[in-house]
């Protein structure tokens, strides 16, 4: 919303109706210390171009997934790529550069990764907790 002297601040807000914020108070505790996906804190990247989230089952904690914001061919950063997180066939999300999707508890289905906007393909920054 913008500014409007004497009636509001200027402010974000996800529908005029919600007017609150959203979150949760649930978390994951898992007793399983196996990571996928980064190694002493830099990340394995995966490409958008059909890369496969590693592998993870119904044991998983959390899968989390992110357009890392940079091509795959020489690393130049990129403001217009977006990543397509796939379930078969349905495209279940659609990451901008810098976006992330945190699936908690997630079944042992099959996730890919596709080039949304752009024809180039980007770097996807994926994290599987308890594989």
Same mark, same amino acid.
């Given at each position: 919303? /913008?500014?409007?002297?004497?009636?509001? &601040?200027?402010?974000?807000?996800?529908?005029?109706? =919600?007017?609150?914020?959203?979150?949760?108070?649930?978390?994951?505790?898992?007793?399983?210390?196996? $990571? *996928? +996906?980064?190694?002493n804190?830099? *990340?394995?990247? =995966?490409?958008?171009? +059909?890369?496969?989230?590693?592998?993870? /089952?119904?044991?998983?904690?959390?899968?989390?997934?992110?357009?890392?914001?940079?091509? #795959?061919?020489?690393?130049?950063?990129?403001a217009?790529?977006? =990543?397509?997180?796939?379930?078969?066939?349905?495209?279940?999300?659609?990451?901008?550069?810098? +976006?992330?999707? #945190?699936?908690? &508890?997630? *079944? +042992?289905? =099959?996730?890919?990764?596709a080039?949304?906007?752009?024809?180039?393909? $980007?770097?996807?920054?994926?994290? $599987? $907790?308890?594989?």
């Amino acid at each position: 919303m /913008d500014l409007a002297d004497g009636v509001n &601040q200027a402010m974000d807000v996800i529908h005029e109706n =919600v007017r609150s914020s959203l979150g949760g108070s649930g978390e994951i505790t898992g007793d399983d210390t196996t $990571v *996928a +996906g980064f190694a002493n804190g830099t *990340a394995s990247t =995966v490409t958008s171009n +059909g890369g496969t989230v590693p592998t993870h /089952d119904g044991n998983t904690d959390l899968i989390f997934i992110k357009n890392a914001g940079t091509l #795959v061919a020489g690393g130049a950063a990129s403001a217009a790529h977006t =990543v397509l997180v796939r379930h078969d066939t349905d495209t279940i999300a659609t990451l901008a550069p810098g +976006g992330a999707l #945190v699936l908690p &508890q997630p *079944a +042992g289905a =099959v996730l890919t990764l596709a080039t949304g906007s752009g024809s180039n393909h $980007v770097d996807t920054e994926v994290l $599987v $907790v308890g594989t």
